[in-house]
């Protein structure tokens, strides 16, 4: 009984100790994968029995961001916008595809922040605005790059997306190349 007492105390002492940003950080982790969601699915889905499965896979990368469970819920999300497009038959809309893989991107960048932030940490404001000022930055370049692409693939007829899956895969082979060789220096 005395082993069993000592552990809620010690739990008891970890709450309190928590800080204000790491909760923070996983609150916007917690939003950022639910907005996904909103963007993703149907209005069918959201409205019915499935919007509380979704709203706890949205706890789950959360209380894990070390685990499997980021990778889980960007696969939900997927899953989502897959069931709107091919079984709804919701037509594919720019604005909403650069959305889900933005709010994708901000649910990893949080959830690679939060896996290394202690529930005890004491952060300066500026780290996290510096930290989501980058991720913005970098959701931005996405959208104009993925806009541009769009448009090349419209100006060359019916050739232009396969000249834009081609370049395409060459970027992705390319920053695999770089990460891989990144890798190596270390």
């Known amino acids: 009984m005395d082993a069993v007492t000592e552990r809620v105390r010690a739990v008891r ?7 204000l940003t790491p909760l923070l950080v996983r609150a916007g982790i917690f939003l950022s994968v ?12 959201l409205s019915g029995r ?8 949205a706890v789950l990368p959360a209380v894990g961001p070390r685990r499997v469970w980021p990778t889980f819920a960007a696969l939900v999300t997927v899953g989502g916008w897959l069931l709107a497009t091919d079984g709804y038959g919701r037509p594919i809309a720019l604005w909403r595809l650069l959305a889900v893989a933005a709010v994708l991107y901000l649910t990893h960048t949080l959830c690679a ?7 005890d940490a004491v952060v ?11 991720a913005g930055a970098v959701v931005l370049a996405a959208a ?19 000249l834009v899956t081609v370049a395409g895969l060459l970027v992705a082979a390319g920053v695999t190349a770089l990460l891989g060789w990144l890798l190596r220096r270390r």
Do not use: H, K, T
């Open 50 to 57: 499935p919007l509380g499965a979704l709203v706890l896979v």
């Open 113 to 119: 922040l939060a896996a290394v932030l202690p529930y």
């Open 34 to 45: 639910l907005v996904g969601f909103v963007l993703a699915y149907p209005a069918q889905v």
């Open 144 to 162: 104009v790059l993925g806009v541009l692409l769009v448009e090349i693939a419209g100006a060359g007829g019916d050739g232009g997306f396969q």
């Open 13 to 19: 002492r970890a709450a309190g100790r928590v800080s």
């Open 124 to 134: 300066d404001p500026d780290v996290l605005v510096r930290w989501l000022i980058r």
